[in-house]
């Protein structure tokens, strides 16, 4: 038996309950770390030997795993020095006599079991099977609902907000596709957010975001309510989603702007069309008919790659059904109310009065509370 669990069940003779209860849970993660960390160890091996990988795929591979274990394995690493400095606090309070010294090690005890459980839960969220597509870059679509030339305002304040948070983390920003309005709005935006993590931050923004406010155009000062939906999805790479260009209808047209003026005179916006499912991508915005084309294919892939992956969803189970909500375009998932300066995110309950901050791209606070929400309930589906 490793020597670790020998001085665990020695530990476990004393101490409080809260204590025993931190010391019991490095059984059950000790059994996890030992697998993990021997896979550790072993790509560590293998990435100071390059010579015996396949090729720079596989390297990149390697290097990616060697990574996500290595976070897993340093939290882990610090976990057990914190048990071990908790077991020899509760020796000290079993077999020394020395007052002093034991109302040290009772302080220590203490402290020691709260960082004891805080490594714990950090651990537990640690091992939870990642989404695959967490570090993938991001298309956005944000379109405008109810509520006519107001909810196109409301789509163009939600791009600016995305916008700003992107710039807030590093990102970067690129306009696949757009249909403005004479008043400044969009009818629908589409980017990509290039970014790592980009859709492990931004994934719980799918779904209708509501707005109450007294337009600029209204006379009587009356609150509208109004809508736009969001969509995120994971940027497919071309391995991903496989598309026979048989099932593809391209037309090309020239590119018009609001009111019909033109904007070039020759055929350079492309729409294509995915005849199996129906689904179809214009693109208007580049100057040449090859950058509207890829672009079109790539809002394309990452559509029939979310399609593909909502209908396994539905297959394995009804997902995401909880706190944190389904994601559907159809869920009202947020308001932002302007007369009271309020944003609440109806999923998890949670409320902030500090709306203008928000549309300025200070949304850290709402997106960091739905990954915790979504962490709390996978936990729970797990039994843990």
Not at 59 to 88: N, P, Q, T
Not at 154 to 167: G, I, K
Not at 235 to 242: I, N, R
Request: hydrophobic share 35%.
């Amino acid at each position: 038996m490793p020597a670790g669990r020998t001085c665990l069940r020695v530990a476990l003779v004393g101490g409080t309950t809260a204590c025993r209860r931190s010391l019991e849970e490095g059984y059950h993660l000790l059994d996890r770390f030992e697998v993990i960390e021997a896979r550790y160890e072993e790509l560590t091996q293998l990435l100071a030997n390059p010579d015996q990988i396949a090729d720079a795929a596989e390297f990149s591979r390697v290097a990616k795993e060697h990574a996500d274990l290595g976070e897993i394995v340093a939290a882990f690493r610090e976990y057990e020095k914190v048990r071990s400095s908790l077991e020899e606090a509760e020796t000290i309070l079993r077999e020394e006599n020395d007052a002093e010294l034991r109302e040290l090690a009772r302080a220590e005890r203490a402290e020691l079991a709260e960082r004891l459980t805080k490594l714990e839960e950090q651990l537990k969220v640690l091992l939870l099977p990642k989404d695959p597509a967490d570090e993938k870059n991001v298309i956005m679509e944000i379109r405008a609902g109810t509520g006519g030339d107001e909810a196109a305002i409301f789509a163009a304040d939600l791009f600016r907000m995305y916008s700003r948070y992107a710039e807030r983390q590093g990102w970067r920003i690129e306009l696949l596709s757009a249909s403005s309005t004479e008043l400044g709005g969009f009818k629908e935006v589409i980017f990509m957010v290039h970014g790592k993590g980009a859709y492990s931050r931004l994934k719980f923004e799918s779904g209708v975001h509501r707005v109450q406010r007294v337009p600029e155009t209204e006379a009587q000062g009356r609150i509208h309510t109004s809508t736009a939906t969001v969509a995120v999805l994971p940027e497919a790479e071309e391995v991903e989603v496989e598309i026979d260009p048989n099932e593809l209808r391209i037309d090309v047209f020239r590119s018009s702007g609001p009111g019909g003026q033109s904007v070039n005179t020759t055929d350079s916006a492309v729409r294509i069309t995915h005849l199996p499912t129906g689904l179809v991508v214009s693109c208007q915005d580049e100057k040449s008919q090859h950058k509207n084309r890829e672009k079109a294919m790539r809002i394309l892939r990452a559509r029939l790659l979310d399609m593909a992956q909502k209908a396994q969803a539905e297959e394995l189970a009804q997902a995401r059904k909880s706190q944190v909500g389904t994601g559907e375009r159809s869920e009202r998932i947020r308001t932002y109310n302007f007369p009271q300066g309020r944003c609440t995110d109806h999923r998890i309950g949670l409320t902030l009065y500090r709306l203008d901050s928000i549309m300025q791209g200070e949304i850290e606070e709402l997106i960091d509370a739905l990954i915790a929400a979504d962490h709390e309930r996978r936990l729970k589906e797990q039994g843990v």
